[in-house]
């Protein structure tokens, strides 16, 4: 079993809809959550960190931790076609960072 | 503008070959990272340097070399003993922090093919 587990996809929405994407972990050691953004041929960017159960919010995006699942999401309001993008969750602990496989999102103009 | 600077963007290697890939960060981060990205699966540390003249070796490390002789600068090595080169490369730094406690900063990668 991987220690991180993220959903595969492919997702394809439509203009402003919300996008919904979820990671599950198995090591209770992760403190810190990390969400990426990486564009076609480019290096992720860092688009969300935290290290609290509960929700972030920034902008149009909301990350949101439940350790005691050992779960995290990451939900766009109001997609837009420049928010086509795979997206990664990444998970540390003091020793160790792992990363999500990605999930590619496709917004439909 | 700070960041991080992966050259070059493509390389090709022939059989037997060793490769060298840049890679350059003025955000002045102690801690830079090597990672592999292959189609379907998460990045995977190659090595890792939390210090100038220290690393240590991630979960791939064979085949693979690395040097962290000034703060800005962490070049990794592709040698011939690699046998699947082929992939995307990644460098990343942080602010330093443990390995898994900071955000890391990515470069816009180097694409390695076989010839």
């Known amino acids: 079993q991987k220690e991180v587990e993220q959903d595969p996809g492919p997702l394809s929405v439509p203009e402003g809809a919300i996008v919904s994407l979820n990671c599950t972990y198995s090591?209770?050691?992760?403190?810190?959550f990390m969400w990426y953004r990486q564009y076609s041929r480019k290096g992720p960017e860092l688009l969300m960190y935290?290290?609290?159960?509960g929700n972030k919010e920034d902008g149009r995006f909301t990350a949101q931790v439940d350790k005691s699942s050992k779960y995290i999401s990451l939900f766009i309001r109001d997609s837009q076609p420049s928010d086509s993008a795979t997206y990664l969750c990444?998970?540390?602990?003091?020793?160790?960072?792992?990363f999500g496989a990605g999930t590619t999102v496709t917004v439909r103009a | 503008d700070g960041g991080i600077t992966q050259s070059p963007k493509y390389l090709f290697r022939k059989e037997g070959q060793n490769v060298t890939l840049s890679c350059e960060q003025n955000l002045n981060h102690d801690a830079m990272y090597w990672y592999r990205q292959d189609p379907g699966q998460g990045l995977r540390l190659i090595y890792y340097?939390?210090?100038?003249?220290?690393?240590q070796k991630g979960d791939i490390a064979e085949g693979y070399s690395v040097s962290r002789e000034k703060k800005e600068s962490f070049p990794l090595t592709v040698t011939s003993a690699q046998k699947n080169p082929t992939a995307f490369y990644l460098c990343?730094?942080?602010?330093?922090?443990?390995?898994?406690?900071?955000?890391?900063?990515f470069g816009d990668g180097t694409r390695l093919s076989i010839l």
């Open positions: 340097s939390q210090i100038v003249n220290d690393f």
């Open positions: 090591n209770s050691a992760f403190q810190y």
């Open positions: 990444a998970m540390g602990g003091d020793y160790k960072l792992s």
């Open positions: 990343a730094s942080s602010s330093g922090g443990t390995l898994g406690n900071q955000p890391q900063h």
């Open positions: 935290t290290y609290s159960s």
